[in-house]
């Protein structure tokens, strides 16, 4: 069964850091563009980065550009997300997902168990 798993949420102050990761089972993550999209309470999910099966192109959202980086280790068969200067803003569930360009823009599929990041003002 194909699994990811996300881990690294928590609780973190206006401008802290957090590092998120992402750990695929039953498949090769290799192989596959892997993202992440977040859902803050009462909003609907935004897709935040899709970063290619290579690791040689990523894309990140206009809400995140220029705070946020993802990496690739995949003798780990992992993904890591590293959120630099929070705000509250950035308070959601966050998951990791396969992911590909549509038509309308990144889309997601295959998010499995999310985790919690909450800012404090």
């Known amino acids: 069964q194909e699994r990811l798993v996300a881990s690294g949420g928590g609780l973190v102050q206006f401008g802290g850091s957090l590092r998120l990761s992402c750990v695929a089972s039953?498949?090769?993550?290799?192989?596959?563009?892997i993202g992440w999209l977040r859902q803050a309470p009462g909003k609907e999910r935004e897709g935040i980065v899709c970063?290619?099966?290579?690791?040689?192109?990523?894309w990140y959202g206009d809400s995140v550009k220029g705070r946020f980086a993802n990496s690739r280790d995949h003798s780990k068969n992992s993904v890591y997300l590293q959120m630099n200067s929070l705000t509250p803003e950035d308070t959601a569930i966050y998951y990791c997902?396969?992911?590909?360009?549509?038509?309308?823009?990144?889309?997601?599929?295959?998010w499995g168990q999310g985790t919690q990041v909450t800012v404090s003002s």
């Open positions: 039953g498949f090769r993550l290799d192989y596959y563009a």
């Open positions: 970063h290619s099966s290579s690791g040689a192109n990523a």
């Open positions: 997902a396969k992911c590909w360009a549509g038509v309308n823009g990144y889309e997601y599929e295959d």
